[in-house]
């Protein structure tokens, strides 16, 4: 049997005792592991919600903050993007703001691409 048969399942009869039944729990390591990186979502409504924002950044995870309270002539909008970009640029990964309505921010060493997939 050639190992493509052995991946696809060509051929041969298969039985239950064939398959192994995985306990997600054990068998695998848990999100936020050492050396992995969590997506956070957020909504900021005031300057007070970047501090966490902030944080979860610079812990090296990435964060999509709904900007949905704020106006785009708004100074405190103006302000907190700012601030963000500054983070950003501060450990070195990405910003960029989507539609009048998202931010997503970036940890070191990942950036976004400002072209839709097609």
């Not at 997600?24 to 900021?44: K, R």
């Not at 963000?84 to 970036?106: F, P, S, W, Y």
């Amino acid at each position: 049997m050639g190992i493509m048969s052995k991946i696809l399942g060509g051929g041969g009869n298969r039985d239950t005792e064939d398959y192994v039944t995985l306990d997600l729990e054990e068998d695998f390591e848990s999100p936020g592991s050492a050396g992995s990186m969590s997506v956070h979502f957020a909504e900021i409504g005031g300057q007070q919600d970047v501090i966490a924002i902030k944080d979860a950044v610079y812990d090296g995870d990435m964060v999509v903050a709904d900007i949905t309270r704020h106006s785009t002539t708004d100074t405190e909008s103006d302000r907190i993007i700012e601030e963000l970009r500054q983070v950003a640029q501060e450990v070195d990964g990405d910003i960029v703001q989507k539609g009048d309505d998202q931010i997503v921010v970036t940890p070191t060493g990942v950036g976004i691409a400002r072209e839709k997939l097609s």
